[in-house]
């Protein structure tokens, strides 16, 4: 083994022969007692408890939940329905923030249940966590690295990174090289010096990063939070207005309570607040996004959050990886290129011996299927490809059909630049090589290598260059085609990859993007602001590292795009985890998956139209239902507040507001979020909803408040009577609201718009439904009352629709200039 001076550290002191023989067992223990083990924690993103307390301890709960249980109390079931609502709300809260944290508790960098370790001077297999500080790892072909470590022998051994810094070539190590936790040796052996290990391992600090707690960046779900944050503060005031209107109403507080009609004016009071609340639009929406979720799951695309349905529409910037997600994250042969010089007979024998000799690397394996091994060939000495030397040879006898020695390697090691063909054959590689092709020279020499030990073997002098070889990563397929979507879509694309600038560069081209030459992150700004600059000016990026993935991901965010990230590796973790959006491959590794929101299962490049598609389903139609809630909101804090202030009874019981929920709203809704909807998304959801429901619900109100008025000036009806007017005005401009939004219309919502008006008067008509809901026909000249203000309350729709669509067309020509 090299000669490494061994750590000194106080009370964990190395013997001189440690290098030789490993730690002894006292030295191990030493280690543990003192925490240098590598363990991890099993630290939970996030407890259960934290679950239940974010869903279920709210001023918004508290209110429902009360209203909730005083009904009961008061053995008023049938106006308690909407409580059924609220718990399918919290429920579905509950489920989507426990799937999100079991996903991030599974997540782990390191796979490998054992490591072999040198101790005592035996070697021997233990588990991962009993690694300690200063233990030497004996790796070999296969092996994934349990801690950070410095190599201190090497028998040609290369290092896959790609995982970690997205480097996609394998990198050959040497005494003195860092290795990372969660790389995995590709070829060759060595030995390595434990530096890092437990929470202190680049694995685990990237685990640990990962696993921080969030949920998908949802304008959806983040609107309608903004909208029940709104409606929480205004509950409690107009709850209290509300008690002591019904309580008035009643013939005022000590009558009420003497008498027991304060059930009366509870049952009101609530009724009242409940209305405020959207309670189905959330319920509908989560069934939306589920519904999403399942059409996506057909097409083998895996949602890992509910929310995640709606991200690809609204990405205005798409940051891709190029190992694994543009490219099939394997190195394949390109082509053979001349240089100049007299071809040597036997060369591509030659080639097809180093494709299929079992020591050879990564690359040199490409060979093999374009050159196949000639039956017979075989070498009399051979020089194994070292990082150190940077080639590869053998040497054939004049017998064999490719005589002579045969050296593949870089073309700067190779060829001696002092000779003619030498310079020409290196001038032919630069270009290619700037291209972003991993280039290799075959050379020739009629000298045959001297057998024996090759470990400080020299590069023969006197090479002839034979052929320069290109190899490249093989591009998806549909790639191509994905990028010209996503740009005729108006989305920016950028590509970051820990790999080549160059070769970054080439991929890009290779797809269609206009990258003249790859940014090389090393040169990045630190300036948020100057980091910026950069994105916004250049599209290919290489050599970037993990955290630099992640700052660009913020960058673009501080710059006010809707960012996707996809990635296979698990330098794409804190990236993809930060991103609005993240996109694994299903090559992708366990915790690259464990963070990221959306997986291609069969790996296919070409599924993000159709989630594209989905997604502008879900949003639009969300959209659309999120009027006719808002609209019942806005309508209901306005009847609260009037009939709280004028001391007047409510004029609707708690079942009758959810039997006009369910045709105005719920119902039809169901289905209009669940239909076909291209429309392309536009920010400002909940602003042109608003826009249109407030105004839309004072409409509404004020048609009830009209038959309510002529109620109490113009005769003595009933309460039942004068309820069922109510009834008939809320639900009559509440079904021209749903006609409204549902424009424009077809055959199928024609249909649901006509069968809500059917079962309007099937519920008005039938006694069974009468009694349940505690409607009576009104007279005559109430009738008539609620029908005039229902149609005042129409026109003044009609209006408001005229108006909203002057506005969108507004929009729709400025979006276009």
């Not at 000669?3 to 440690?18: C, F, K, V």
């Not at 363990?39 to 209110?63: C, E, G, Y």
């Not at 290795?179 to 390595?192: E, F, K, P, Y």
């Not at 996809?566 to 991103?579: E, I, M, S």
């Amino acid at each position: 083994m090299s000669n490494q001076q061994a750590p000194n550290e106080p009370g964990l002191d190395l013997t001189s022969t440690w290098l030789e023989t490993g730690l002894t067992g006292a030295q191990v223990l030493a280690r543990t007692e003192a925490g240098l083990d590598n363990r991890v924690p099993d630290a939970a993103s996030r407890t259960m408890w934290q679950i239940l307390r974010a869903n279920l301890l709210t001023l918004f709960n508290a209110i429902v939940g009360c209203s909730f249980v005083l009904l009961l109390l008061l053995g008023q079931w049938k106006d308690a329905l909407f409580g059924l609502t609220a718990v399918g709300n919290v429920f579905i809260g509950i489920v989507q923030e426990y799937r999100a944290k079991r996903s991030l508790d599974r997540l782990a960098i390191l796979n490998a249940p054992h490591a072999l370790v040198l101790r005592d001077g035996t070697s021997r297999s233990i588990d991962v966590g009993d690694i300690v500080r200063d233990d030497v790892l004996l790796l070999g072909p296969g092996d994934q690295v349990p801690a950070d470590a410095v190599i201190i022998d090497d028998d040609g051994l290369e290092i896959d990174e790609s995982l970690l810094t997205g480097e996609s070539a394998p990198a050959p190590k040497e005494p003195g090289s860092d290795v990372l936790s969660g790389s995995a040796v590709v070829s060759g052996h060595g030995a390595a010096r434990v530096v890092r290990a437990g929470v202190e391992s680049y694995a685990s600090q990237l685990t640990a990063e990962a696993k921080r707690f969030s949920l998908v960046n949802s304008e959806i779900r983040n609107s309608l939070n903004r909208i029940l944050r709104w409606i929480s503060w205004l509950l409690a005031p107009v709850l209290l207005l509300m008690v002591n209107g019904q309580m008035q109403a009643n013939g005022g507080w000590e009558r009420a309570l003497a008498t027991g009609d304060w059930s009366k004016a509870a049952v009101g009071a609530v009724a009242g607040v409940i209305a405020m609340i959207p309670l189905g639009l959330v319920l509908l929406t989560s069934i939306a996004f589920a519904v999403g979720g399942i059409r996506l799951a057909r097409k083998n695309v895996l949602i890992q959050e509910l929310a995640a349905v709606e991200g690809l529409a609204r990405v205005d910037m798409l940051c891709l990886d190029k190992t694994g997600t543009l490219t099939e994250a394997r190195i394949v042969f390109d082509a053979v290129h001349p240089t100049g010089t007299t071809t040597v007979e036997g060369w591509e024998q030659a080639l097809g011996w180093f494709g299929s000799d079992p020591h050879a690397n990564a690359t040199a394996r490409c060979l093999a299927e374009r050159f196949p091994l000639s039956p017979g060939l075989r070498p009399v000495s051979t020089v194994a490809f070292s990082s150190a030397r940077q080639w590869s040879g053998a040497s054939f006898g004049a017998d064999q059909n490719a005589p002579g020695t045969w050296i593949l390697g870089a073309p700067e090691t190779v060829l001696d630049a002092r000779t003619e063909p030498a310079v020409s054959a290196r001038a032919a590689a630069a270009p290619l090589a700037a291209a972003g092709m991993r280039t290799l020279v075959l050379a020739h020499t009629p000298a045959l290598l001297p057998p024996g030990d090759s470990s400080h073997m020299q590069t023969p002098t006197g090479c002839t260059p034979v052929c320069l070889l290109t190899f490249r990563e093989r591009i998806r397929p549909d790639a191509a085609r994905i990028i010209t979507f996503f740009q005729d879509q108006g989305v920016d694309l950028r590509i970051i990859s820990g790999d080549d600038p160059r070769t970054v560069a080439a991929v890009a081209r290779a797809v269609g993007l206009p990258a003249e030459a790859g940014y090389d992150a090393r040169q990045l700004p630190s300036d948020p602001g100057m980091l910026t600059e950069v994105l916004k000016d250049n599209i290919a990026f290489g050599r970037v590292t993990p955290s630099q993935k992640r700052d660009m991901v913020l960058a673009l965010q501080r710059a006010g795009h809707t960012v996707a990230m996809t990635g296979d590796g698990v330098n794409d973790t804190l990236a993809l985890k930060t991103a609005d959006l993240g996109i694994a491959m299903d090559t992708a590794a366990a915790a690259t998956k464990a963070v990221s929101r959306l997986i291609l299962l069969d790996g296919r490049f070409d599924r993000l139209p159709g989630v594209v598609a989905e997604g502008r389903r879900v949003i639009a139609n969300i959209e659309r239902v999120s009027v006719l809630f808002l609209a019942k909101t806005a309508y209901a804090l306005a009847l609260s507040v009037t009939f709280g202030s004028l001391l007047w009874d409510f004029p609707f019981l708690p079942r009758q507001l959810s039997a006009t929920d369910g045709l105005t709203i719920g119902i039809p809704a169901f289905f209009l979020a669940l239909m076909p909807n291209a429309r392309r998304y536009t920010p400002g959801f909940l602003k042109r909803s608003l826009a249109f429901s407030i105004p839309a619900g004072i409409i509404v109100a004020a048609a009830v408040f009209g038959v309510n008025f002529y109620a109490a000036h113009a005769g003595s009806y009933t309460v039942a009577a004068t309820r069922t007017g109510s009834v008939l005005a809320l639900s009559l401009t509440g079904l021209w609201i749903l006609a409204v939004v549902s424009r424009p219309l077809d055959v199928r919502r024609a249909g649901i718009i006509a069968a809500m008006y059917a079962s309007l008067v099937l519920m008005l008509v039938i006694p069974l439904f009468r009694d349940f809901f505690a409607l009576e026909w009104p007279p005559d000249d109430l009738l008539a009352a609620a029908l005039a203000s229902s149609c005042g309350g129409i026109l003044a729709l009609g209006l408001l629709a005229r108006l909203r669509g002057r506005r969108s067309l507004d929009r729709r020509r400025r979006s276009l200039r």
